[in-house]
């Protein structure tokens, strides 16, 4: 039998080829081929080293950029205390709360009362809070984006509420203010005005007072000398 010299890279023939069976050729590959597929070079290696090095240097450095800039803020106690408070709202199906400003800014946020029953019933009511940095030892300012007809709310949004004055504690919450809000629409109080003539009118005229609550909701209507472009929701209408 002749001998045969297999040439690295060049295809040998099977034995089958001697039976008259088609031949069936195979690849050795060469040898630097083979280092390189298991066992990159060390120059390469090294690279590779230096550019995932260079990679955490830049993340270090645009951390600490971002930290002396301001950028990474550290949340004060009454952000935190905020945070809570928020998450463990249990508001009234028909009060809800939104962040104009995202998520990331909690200190400054919205509350929507569109009540079921009562004087005020079909109407939107929105009011901003602003929480300030020393909450909870001091409440936060609220005011009603919402022009209304109210014996407690003036027109220019101020709100009389106890709890948001003289009477705040820093055991209370953000859920007790909601409560309260709440309350003004389902029993105004005639006794602690800041429309005084709405006051007037709900403890001499209750019906007329109703009268002019739906007025005020429906819109576009002047009522006791002042302009109300409307509040409905559409929902009872």
Known sequence: MRDRV????????????????????????????????HSPPPQVVLKTMIRLFKVKEKQKETAENAKENGLVKKQSAGELRLHRDISELNMPEECKISFPNGKDDLMDFEITITPYRGYYMGGGFVFTFK???????????????TKIYHPNIDLE?????????????????????????????????HEDPLNQEAADLLRDNPKLFGL??????????????????????????
């Open 6 to 37: 297999l040439t690295i890279g060049q295809p040998a023939e099977d034995d089958n080829l001697r039976r008259g069976n088609a031949a069936q050729l195979s690849v050795i590959p060469p040898p630097e081929v083979v280092l390189e597929r």
């Open 131 to 145: 929480v300030p940095a020393v909450y909870p030892h001091e409440p936060p300012k609220v005011k009603c984006k």
């Open 157 to 189: 949004g101020n709100t009389c509420l106890n709890i948001l004055r003289e009477d705040w504690k820093p055991v209370l919450n953000i859920n007790t203010v909601i409560y309260g809000l709440y309350h003004l629409f389902t029993e105004p109080n």
């Open 212 to 237: 002019n609550v739906r007025k005020s909701i429906e819109g576009n209507i002047w009522v006791g000398g002042a302009h109300f472009p409307g509040c409905k929701t559409g929902d009872f209408y």
